[in-house]
């Protein structure tokens, strides 16, 4: 029988982050995300979202924010899901004025909220927990 090596490439390797995030395993997830181009392997788009999205989701915001960053550096551009993941890591922690700064930037850069961001944002207008300066954002989204 022939022995076959299954090749990791980045999908491969977001699909094992992304697995580790979800369990709960940041800090796996943060390890072998950090290990990537010693492997050969640049993280894209999706790889990065996986992480922030998993720094989010565990209150990590600074590290997301800084992920969000490195992201720029490296040459990677953000897209909606990674403004959306970051937007919505913001309000799931009650950081308000940080996710309408990052709704601006969405916006400025001609990407438009999701369905559960706009829910989110939605759901803390209607309960007077973010400034109204939001709603002009919203007509544009």
């Known amino acids: 029988m022939e022995d076959k090596k299954l ?32 492997k050969g392997v640049q993280p894209n788009v999706r790889t990065f979202t996986i992480m922030i999205s998993g720094f989010c989701n565990r ?20 897209n909606g899901w990674t403004y959306n993941a970051i937007i ?25 909220a999701d369905a559960s961001t706009m829910e989110l944002v939605i759901d803390l207008l209607s309960k007077d927990k973010v400034d109204l300066a939001l709603l002009p954002l919203l007509k544009n989204s």
């Open 59 to 78: 209150g990590l915001l600074v590290e997301a924010e800084m992920l969000l960053g490195e992201m720029g550096e490296k040459g990677c551009s953000s």
């Open 88 to 112: 919505r890591g913001f309000i799931n922690n009650s950081e308000t004025s940080r996710a309408i700064e990052f709704t601006q930037q969405m916006v400025e850069r001609g990407f438009s």
């Open 7 to 38: 090749e990791l490439n980045i999908v491969i390797y977001s699909i094992i982050i992304n697995g580790l995030c979800k369990a709960g395993n940041i800090e796996s997830a943060r390890d072998l995300f950090s290990c990537l181009s010693s």
